[in-house]
T-cell receptor
Framework: DAGVIQSPRHEVTEMGQEVTLRCKPI?????LFWYRQTMMRGLELLIY????????DSGMPEDRFSAKMPNASFSTLKIQPSEPRDSAVYFC????????????FGPGTRLTVL | GESVGLHLPTLSVQEGDNSIINCAYS??????FIWYKQESGKGPQFIID?????DKRQGQRVTVLLNKTVKHLSLQIAATQPGDSAVYFC???????????FGQGTRLTINP
């Protein structure tokens, strides 16, 4: 069975450029989560969706970050303009919407902003 | 990579020994707990979970123990193998919420 799919796996860009990260959740899952992982801050939840609707975006660092989920099988996380401090590994995870349940993570996108 | 950052607790065990990884949580309202394994260059992988109405749950070679009195969670790995080398994260979910709050992780290294 296919797990969560993320693309690209690696992204190197220059400061000021727009970056778009993509995620395809596990088929049948109706909750989707975007995380960021750095050595300094560990694993941080940025935003999550239920049934394609953003529920909690309190973890989004600032207005340069935006996320969309146009349908049940696709989500994007966009950074515009990117900055060096955005360098991190970005993970997407999906789950069945319910209180307390496992989230299944994708392989991540390693973003480097020069 | 970065040279300054979180200093992960490290546990070193001999191959074949049992490993016990501990996690303390602070929110007494948490009612769901989960362990993840993260290997280098990969995403966190679900291992086992437990709800607050249980104090023990077993999987294949793994056991999770929950002590709500002292807000403590542990992951026991039996007969540790080289493939168990990874960073292990505990996470908790507060009653009524979907969000998982992750701990900082413990690095498990296996000595041959």
């Amino acid at each position: 069975d296919a797990g969560v799919i993320q693309s690209p796996r690696h992204e190197v860009t220059e400061m000021g450029q727009e970056v778009t990260l993509r995620c395809k959740p596990i088929s049948g899952h109706n909750s989707l989560f975007w995380y960021r992982q750095t050595m300094m801050r560990g694993l941080e939840l940025l935003i999550y969706f239920n049934n394609n609707v953003p529920i909690d975006d309190s973890g989004m660092p600032e207005d340069r970050f935006s996320a969309k989920m146009p349908n049940a099988s696709f989500s994007t996380l966009k950074i515009q303009p990117s900055e060096p401090r955005d360098s991190a590994v970005y993970f997407c995870a999906s789950s069945f919407q319910r209180e307390g349940g496992p989230q299944f993570f994708g392989p991540g996108t390693r973003l480097t902003v020069l | 990579g970065e040279s300054v950052g979180l200093h992960l607790p490290t546990l070193s065990v001999q191959e074949g020994d049992n490993s016990i990884i501990n996690c303390a949580y602070s929110n007494s309202a948490s009612d769901y707990f989960i362990w993840y394994k993260q290997e280098s260059g990969k995403g966190p992988q679900f291992i086992i979970d437990i709800r607050s109405n249980m104090d023990k749950r077993q999987g294949q070679r793994v056991t999770v123990l929950l002590n709500k009195t002292v807000k403590h969670l542990s992951l026991q790995i039996a007969a540790t193998q080289p493939g168990d080398s990874a960073v292990y994260f505990c996470a908790e979910s507060i009653q009524g919420a979907q969000k998982l709050v992750f701990g900082q992780g413990t690095r498990l290294t296996i000595n041959p």
